[in-house]
């Protein structure tokens, strides 16, 4: 007899009723954010690519493309691979590999579906050509600037243009123009401050551009941009396609920062967590114990927030994380009498959902208070 | 045709043909960590019962057991199953649990296996006892006091015996003594700081030991302890049996305790990432890229060590993580001829085990220079 685990949720079960800590989609709320980032792209008339090291979920993946995305971007080749299984035809691999066994794989994707990649020197383009010749696909290429970010990308035009020479003289690279990324960019807290830091950064993208044409290379595609600065990306003028993540889910961090016009997104993700223990509320300061820490979400970007029936909680604070333990407090004013009982759920907003989503593997998406579906994050882990 | 993945590595393969990012174990430093924490226990005359949380890992557990461990902690019911399919006979989970699913998932496992769970709350010992009636099978239970970590546990002894009545209470219950456990203590950096704060909490323990006793109620066991205490918990007279994780590994952090005697541990395990980017080395501030970040290490408790041929990079460090990119500089005083070329593949000392271990599917064991073994990190994403 073989011990199976049972789900954390089937299909039709009040959300109450979720074996915890599980990932929990509320689905309303998705497919507001979803229609939200489509509509503002389809106003500008820049393509939208978004993210899909965010969800790493083929279903959430397909939803957005039925909107009107063009495909989607992977950070690693590996990541691609379950969403090439699902029937996603267009993928962008945001990011410089190293290696042969990840040009490899890129090339037999290739075979199945329309594959770019970054590069940032020239060896990766001679990587990315025995590869692609040894597999018989093409592989589309993009050079990646550096817009101020300081970790991948060309500093300027001419080291692009030698990029572009070095990727023209293989028959089997497609040159498809530029990445232009800056992550900080996205957490610039002030709207008027981050609207001032993206246009210097859309500055030095559309100086390379214009460079490149002078030279006689026209950029098919200008590739970049995230959930925080998407407003100020559109309206820039200077990207063919946006590349944005978390405003599937919104981040607890991107709470903090403030938005001054329509677009906006909404908390979609939770963990939910049950109490587990109220027996420190008894002699020592108020608090209770969750089920759900470290191994059940990334406090890289800060703690998760306590969620209650109507928004943020306004009176608890989870406070700290262990391996599997989260303490929850009363906020400052209010009392013991606040937190919730033993064996209650709770709801936690992550404070990064990337990573997050990265520990799971499957979210249980909720329509009002039932459970209506139960997705694979099939490329969980894929980080090769 | 389905496109495969190929492996991260296969066994006889160099270490250096590792795809990455990739969780390396060092077998050699591995074996002689369980060594040097078995010949402790053993010459205290405790038993030693390792914590499966840190590795997650049924081919390590078996390992600790053949050299004389006494069975494993889990930190949750779900965590249990792969270890007791695997074929471990006695697992105590180290922690309350909340909720009827997990108390039934609990009690299958009782039928299989020794279990034991703790409690802290009279309704935990009712839906323990609920559960193991329906199963037919005894659930082992220990009360949890809290001796300063003030997360878990009942506050003192009158809260501890009535507890242990309630539990003689049923009889599918078999009450089998206390766990005492504070995760601070094991990171409280001086040695002699470190024992003092562990003869405290010791007092503490002894104190409910002896309350019981005199109530009538004998600790057939007495649980706890970690890697940063072993050996002032195995010299304090008070457990019975110890359950110390990541001596195995050993994590970045442990690495700034002062260790006064002889029980060291030394790092067996390592990300292996590969310099993915080094356009930036020219004209800015000088800097490689690695592939291994936020997805594939956790950096909760710092980031991780950069690590070379002889032991730490004297060189060079990790400076900050994304979700996919390290960035990895000089130190002050080196120059950028320190840096790794690209393509090189580069060691990495996570900052804290536990929860890097939950992100990978596979742990790849060498062998001096050759991959000797391919580990399923079976109990992955089990946190519930």
């Given at each position: 007899m073989t011990i199976l685990i049972p789900p954390a949720a089937s299909v039709?079960?009040?959300?109450?009723?979720?074996?915890?800590?599980a990932l929990v989609l509320d689905l309303d709320v998705f497919e507001r954010n979803l229609a939200r980032m489509q509509q503002a792209a389809d106003r500008a008339g820049v393509k939208l690519r978004p993210?899909?090291?965010?969800?790493?979920?083929p279903a959430i993946a397909l939803a957005q493309i039925a909107r009107g995305a063009v495909g989607i971007c992977c950070q690693k080749v590996s990541e691609a691979v379950p969403f090439v299984r699902a029937g996603v035809t267009d993928i962008h691999i945001s990011n410089e590999i190293a290696g042969p066994a990840k040009a490899a794989l890129l090339a037999q994707l290739a075979l199945r579906a329309r594959m770019s990649v970054c590069v940032d020197d020239a060896r990766q383009v001679a990587e990315l050509a025995a590869a692609a010749a040894r597999a018989g696909s093409t592989i589309g290429v993009l050079v990646e600037i550096d817009?101020?970010?300081?970790?991948?990308?060309?500093?300027d035009a001419p080291a692009a243009l030698h990029l572009v020479q070095a990727i023209r003289a293989?028959?089997?690279?497609?040159?498809?123009g530029l990445q232009a990324y800056h992550g900080?960019?996205?957490?610039?807290?002030?709207a008027a401050e981050r609207a001032r830091a993206v246009a210097a950064a859309g500055a030095r993208t559309a100086a390379v551009v214009a460079a490149l044409a002078e030279a006689g290379v026209a950029c098919e595609t200008v590739t970049g941009g995230g959930s925080g600065s998407a407003e100020f990306d559109l309206a820039g003028?200077?990207?063919?396609e946006l590349q944005p993540g978390s405003y599937v889910f919104m981040d607890g961090d991107y709470g903090s920062n403030e938005y001054g016009g329509a677009l906006c997104f909404e908390y979609s993700l939770f963990v939910a967590s049950t109490?587990?223990?109220?027996?420190?509320?008894?002699?020592?300061a108020p608090r209770v114990v969750v089920d759900a820490g470290l191994k059940s979400l990334?406090?890289?970007?800060?703690l998760p927030l306590a969620w209650g029936a109507q928004g943020r909680s306004a009176t608890l604070d989870y406070v700290a994380a262990n391996d599997e333990h989260g303490i929850v407090e009363p906020r400052a004013?209010?009392?013991?009498?606040?937190l919730p009982a033993l064996g209650s759920q709770m709801l936690l907003v992550p404070g990064h959902c990337d990573p997050t989503l990265n520990l799971y593997d499957e979210i249980v998406g909720i329509r009002g208070q039932a459970v209506a579906s139960l997705w694979p994050v099939a490329a969980r882990g894929l980080s090769r």
């Open positions: 039709g079960q009040p959300a109450g009723a979720i074996d915890t800590p993210h899909a090291k965010a969800h790493k979920t817009i101020g970010q300081g970790r991948c990308g060309v500093a293989h028959g089997q690279l497609a040159f498809r900080g960019l996205q957490h610039v807290r002030g003028g200077v990207y063919t109490v587990m223990s109220v027996a420190a509320a008894h002699g020592a990334a406090v890289d970007s800060g004013g209010a009392t013991a009498a606040a």
